[in-house]
């Protein structure tokens, strides 16, 4: 039930950089092999709000790319839902917690990247609607629980494709290194890095968008069809990933900022692949340029095939890269690292 009053609920949950192990956080391979994944979140945001609505009647709201929809209080209706995240939140969350009963409320959203921008955006926006419903309906869930519910009804309820680091990495927040393991097991191990290694790599980083945010569903299942295939391509170089996830941590934990930059180099050869879409000929472009201009290494976050691209460069020359790179077209920044995961709160109407 509806705690106290007519409060208003706010909600976030931070967006990701993927340093290695992106894809083995997939079925099946996790669930035959294990997967790890090596992640830090970043001071971009997924957005919820919620609040009573005024007309007895269901609004769902995202900002960031103009779409409002309104539906009767019927949990049903809901199903035709184009803000499938918001809808499948709410219909989960109703059914789950809310005794099966609708609620009349409106739920928006925005969040600080565009869709498809390989940063977890999707994920991160299912984390920070279900902690905002934690807190609306007094529930005792903790981070594995916001984490896993968001899993289950971006996965599962909706059906839509991917992998479980993202949902993890924005329920938890800080540097991770996170196993996922048969069974539905995961397990969040958060990194103590010393703050001088993080803020020489956070000093060493830029992150790119490429201008195309691309949709991941087929270059993840050509992923999960790969590993299907004994020694085939896409299997090895899962198992490679697996392995620089390993050896990632242990250069991070070590300050070895020049043998990740190798490790991320080795990774993205082999994310290439694991699918015929990871690269592009824009891709190949942005790296040649940066390449050119300092860049000791990059990687496209996420599944691949536009979104950000992140880059490691010796801090004295991140500047320059950054202005060549936007100067081919891209839009390039620097980026810095947040420690704090979900999290969210109350205000009085």
């Given at each position: 039930m509806?705690?106290?009053t007519?409060?208003?609920?706010?909600?976030?949950?931070?967006?990701?950089?993927?340093?290695?192990?992106?894809g083995?956080?997939?079925?099946?391979?996790?669930?035959?092999?294990?997967?790890?994944?090596?992640?830090?979140t970043?001071?971009?945001h997924?957005?919820?709000f919620i609040?009573?609505?005024a007309?007895?009647r269901?609004?769902?709201?995202?900002r960031d790319?103009?779409?409002?929809?309104?539906?009767?209080?019927?949990?049903?209706?809901?199903?035709?839902?184009?803000?499938?995240?918001?809808?499948?939140?709410?219909?989960?969350?109703?059914?789950?917690?809310?005794?099966g009963?609708?609620?009349?409320?409106?739920?928006s959203?925005y969040?600080?990247?565009?869709?498809?921008?390989?940063?977890?955006?999707?994920?991160?926006l299912?984390?920070?609607?279900?902690?905002?419903?934690r807190?609306?309906?007094?529930?005792?869930?903790?981070?594995?629980?916001?984490a896993?519910q968001?899993?289950e009804?971006?996965?599962?309820d909706l059906?839509?494709?991917?992998?479980?680091?993202?949902?993890?990495?924005?329920?938890?927040?800080?540097?991770n290194?996170?196993?996922?393991?048969?069974?539905?097991?995961?397990?969040?191990?958060?990194?103590?890095?010393?703050?001088?290694?993080?803020?020489?790599?956070?000093?060493?980083?830029?992150?790119c968008?490429?201008g195309?945010?691309?949709?991941?569903?087929?270059?993840?299942?050509?992923?999960?069809?790969?590993?299907?295939?004994p020694?085939?391509?896409?299997?090895?170089?899962?198992?490679?990933?697996?392995?620089?996830?390993?050896?990632?941590?242990?250069?991070?934990?070590?300050?070895?900022?020049?043998g990740?930059?190798?490790i991320l180099?080795r990774?993205?050869?082999?994310?290439?692949g694991?699918?015929?879409?990871?690269?592009?000929e824009l891709?190949?472009?942005?790296?040649?340029?940066?390449?050119?201009?300092?860049?000791?290494?990059?990687?496209?976050?996420?599944?691949?095939?536009?979104?950000?691209?992140?880059?490691?460069?010796?801090p004295?020359?991140?500047?320059?890269?950054?202005?060549?790179?936007?100067?081919?077209?891209?839009?390039?920044?620097?980026?810095?690292?947040?420690?704090q995961g979900?999290?969210?709160?109350?205000?009085?109407?």
């Amino acid at each position: 039930m509806i705690a106290q009053t007519a409060a208003h609920v706010r909600a976030r949950a931070p967006l990701r950089l993927g340093l290695a192990g992106g894809g083995t956080d997939l079925s099946p391979y996790c669930d035959r092999f294990g997967g790890a994944v090596l992640n830090i979140t970043i001071n971009r945001h997924a957005y919820a709000f919620i609040e009573p609505s005024a007309d007895g009647r269901v609004h769902l709201v995202a900002r960031d790319i103009n779409l409002r929809e309104s539906f009767d209080c019927d949990l049903d209706a809901l199903a035709a839902a184009r803000l499938a995240i918001h809808a499948g939140v709410y219909r989960r969350m109703c059914r789950m917690f809310g005794g099966g009963r609708p609620l009349a409320l409106t739920i928006s959203s925005y969040v600080d990247a565009p869709p498809g921008s390989g940063l977890g955006s999707s994920s991160a926006l299912g984390v920070a609607l279900v902690e905002a419903f934690r807190t609306l309906l007094g529930l005792p869930l903790g981070l594995y629980d916001v984490a896993h519910q968001a899993f289950e009804i971006e996965r599962i309820d909706l059906a839509l494709a991917g992998g479980k680091q993202d949902q993890y990495a924005a329920a938890f927040g800080g540097a991770n290194f996170i196993e996922f393991l048969a069974g539905d097991r995961v397990i969040v191990n958060p990194l103590r890095v010393p703050r001088g290694v993080m803020n020489e790599l956070e000093a060493s980083l830029v992150t790119c968008f490429t201008g195309v945010s691309r949709r991941s569903e087929q270059i993840i299942e050509e992923q999960q069809r790969g590993m299907d295939t004994p020694a085939g391509p896409a299997l090895e170089g899962l198992h490679q990933l697996k392995r620089d996830a390993l050896e990632m941590k242990q250069m991070l934990l070590r300050g070895g900022i020049r043998g990740m930059a190798e490790i991320l180099n080795r990774s993205w050869i082999a994310k290439k692949g694991t699918a015929s879409g990871v690269s592009s000929e824009l891709i190949e472009q942005l790296f040649a340029v940066a390449t050119a201009n300092g860049a000791m290494a990059g990687k496209v976050s996420g599944a691949g095939g536009g979104g950000f691209i992140m880059f490691l460069v010796p801090p004295e020359q991140r500047l320059h890269l950054i202005q060549a790179l936007n100067a081919a077209g891209a839009t390039a920044s620097a980026v810095h690292f947040t420690e704090q995961g979900a999290e969210s709160w109350s205000v009085s109407s």
